[in-house]
């Protein structure tokens, strides 16, 4: 029998998938650093809201990437072996503002990255290549929410001299897929500002930052305690903002460490959204209430270990006593909104807390502290006590 060669319309091969699946987790990996490092210096709080989801959407992205990525080549993450794609990557972070930045990921560089993902789908091999198609097909459905989300926020930002460049940066990788004709590399723009990674949190000009104005309420005043609980919910933004710095001040740690974190962070900007969401069910506005940024200022003149065990065996771990007895306080009260939303935080603090017991040891270990894990989370919970608890927050010089 005299079987003739078949030529393969699907232009994608083996080798060709592997290469792009590694630029592809590359971009997204970067997004999530990007980001991450830009969150607690964007002062429109709707939008520092949305940039938790948005980088841990990105998270997933990273993690699908490397599911696959791991079945086909070893070590999974690599770079791309391409200077002018992490030229890219490296310069979006230092935009001279937050809407530029992200008109720079989300006007230029996301939507090539959906044409991209589309042409994949179509030009790999499909049933051979089928896992890769699944994750594709799938990370599309929050690509494409995403730059419609774009679209509404930055509807008032017009293109400028930043989103060029980065179009031009783009442009001289060879698109997303490095396949398309490259471009000479551009200069950088004069509006270019080196990033630095924020040690104090923005909020918009509808806060005050002033907490001596709020009043603790009586421990007998049922309703005042209520309020005051998701006054402080409305607040947790903070926390989320430790999250984030933490993230970008560690690109070293194993990616499950990048992961997680970008789920702490964005659920503390969920739980932000469970204090806005309950003070408007209550017909209150939760911009007419004061924003604490002293807290992050505070925690952010440490160590990134330091910080993550201020946060989780502090903060997190001591949670638990007081978050039960609101729980059965609301219930015995008939409130079932603050009950349920106690319910769910107190499942995302557990989580949290065990993220802390797992990843300060790794933490410790790369920091190069000397001191064994014990005394380290010690010495971190005396601080605690003596900085935090007592309300001082210092920040030393
Ligand atoms: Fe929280
Ligand atoms: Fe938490």
Known sequence: ???????????????????LLNRYRFIEHE????????????????TKLDMGRLLWEDAQHVQQLYLRLREVQNPSFRLPDDPALERLMREALHA????????????????????????????????????TRYYLQHILLDERAQLAWAETALASHPPGDWEAYIAALLAAAGGVTGLEARAPAPDAPACRRTFEAPREAARDARFSLDMSTVARPAADDRAGQRL?????????????????????????????????????????????????EWLARHGLDYTTFPQNTRIYAWRSQYDPVTQYALLTMGNEAHVFGYRQQRQREYEALGDRLSEQFVTYDMADERQHVSFGRRWLPELLRRSGDPRPLDMFIADAMALWEREYVSGALPIHA
């Open 31 to 46: 997004m999530v650093r990007t980001l991450a490092g830009w969150l607690p210096a964007v002062a429109h709080m709707e």
């Open 1 to 19: 029998m005299d079987l003739r060669i078949v030529e393969p319309d699907e232009s994608i091969d083996f080798r060709m998938n592997k290469r």
């Open 228 to 276: 005051d609980e998701f006054r402080n919910y409305a607040q947790e933004v903070l926390a989320a903002e430790t999250c984030a710095l933490v993230l970008y001040l560690t690109p070293d740690m194993p990616w499950e460490f990048t992961y997680d974190l970008a789920r702490h962070c964005y659920d503390e900007t969920r739980h932000c959204r469970f204090g806005i």
């Open 96 to 131: 001279p503002g937050a809407e530029d930045l992200l008109a720079g990921l989300f006007r230029v560089i996301k939507p090539a990255l959906v044409v991209a993902y589309e042409w994949h789908c179509e030009q790999t091999f499909a049933n051979p290549d089928a896992p």
